[in-house]
């Protein structure tokens, strides 16, 4: 069944943080914006949200913005996902990403996520209603990757960022609009054969940027500070056979410290089981045969938000010119207390 989305401001606070704090309810769950955190692509998805060693495709410039350095075309991806579509049915998030390689310059980037949380009724305290509004939350932001050498790749993905939860309503108790704005930026590198052949690593630091102010309060609340680290082994690597196992390691650094104090500050806020269990790690299998068709399992571990389970996944491409193809993907991730999978669908293409 599903829940009708009718809830007072209070109320929606209350769902917001919880739909966002279950799903990534590691330390310093006091940040805000945690829908930057949702990691976009089917074919990510599909491997346990373990990619940022290997970042290609339309969705690169957020799992690692060095990953686009490697590129020499251009590259679109879309993602839609009913988020939590199993009981809120307005709650979606969408992604959209394009990038594209400057011969002598490097690759540069546009890329928009929008987590909308459907519309919303108000009502005071005497429970008269006062209208309806819509939630949501948006990242504009762009890239721009370069090579150094022929096997290492390094980038970075500037965002602005606007978080409208509620507009100034009359009779509810407010005397400001719960609207924040904030910058932030995305720094990557990749490197590929990592000290051996067909072995890639790839960094990304997500979300560097100012706390955010909301109107309707004076405290600033930390943007969502992550530190993604990944390995990534092609075991097969020929024309019709491609397997590749990865694996990617996240820790949030967000505390109350000042923004440069944080980064070092946040490894020791809590003894050494918690901050182990803080870490979220994500490992995956992925087969192709002919860069036609796609197969995929992976395996997401993150204790403190208690999201534990298999994630699978696949995909379709075709090639409909030289250097031009159109590519379709599906996956099927655990997400926590609320529902037990969310299901995502991206589309991309390269040209």
Known sequence: ?????????????IVIFTVTFTQFAFAGSEA???FLLIEPGS??????????SIAEGGFASWWNPGGIAFQDNSELGLMHSNWFGDILDDMYYEYLGYSQYFEGIGTIGLNIT????????????????????????????????????DELGIGINLKGVISNLAPLIEGVGMTAAGIGYSF????????????????????????????????????KQPM?????????YRILDDKYNKLTVTGDINKMMVNNDPLWKRIFTSWTDDDFKDEL???????????????????????????AGHIKGVSFGGGISYAFSKGKELYFDFALQPAGELTTNNKTFSLGVTF
């Open 114 to 149: 929008y987590m909308t949380y459907g519309e919303q009724e108000a009502y005071d305290t005497d429970g008269e209603y006062r209208g309806s509004f819509n939630s949501y939350e948006i990242a504009v932001g762009g890239s721009y990757g370069t090579t150094l050498n």
């Open 184 to 219: 932030v930026v995305d720094l990557g590198l990749l490197k590929k054969n990592f000290f051996i052949p067909k072995l890639d690593f790839g960094v990304n630091i997500q979300n560097f940027g100012f706390d955010m102010s909301y109107q309707n309060t004076e405290s």
């Open 32 to 34: 805000t914006c945690i």
């Open 43 to 52: 074919r990510p998805n599909g491997l346990g949200h373990s990619y940022v």
């Open 277 to 303: 269990d803080a870490m979220i790690e994500n490992i995956g299998v992925e087969y192709k045969y002919y860069n036609l068709i796609s197969l995929r399992v992976g395996y997401v571990n993150d204790v």
């Open 224 to 232: 969502p500070l992550n530190l993604k680290l990944g390995l990534s």
């Open 1 to 13: 069944m599903k829940i009708k989305n009718k809830l007072s401001i209070s109320l929606l606070l």
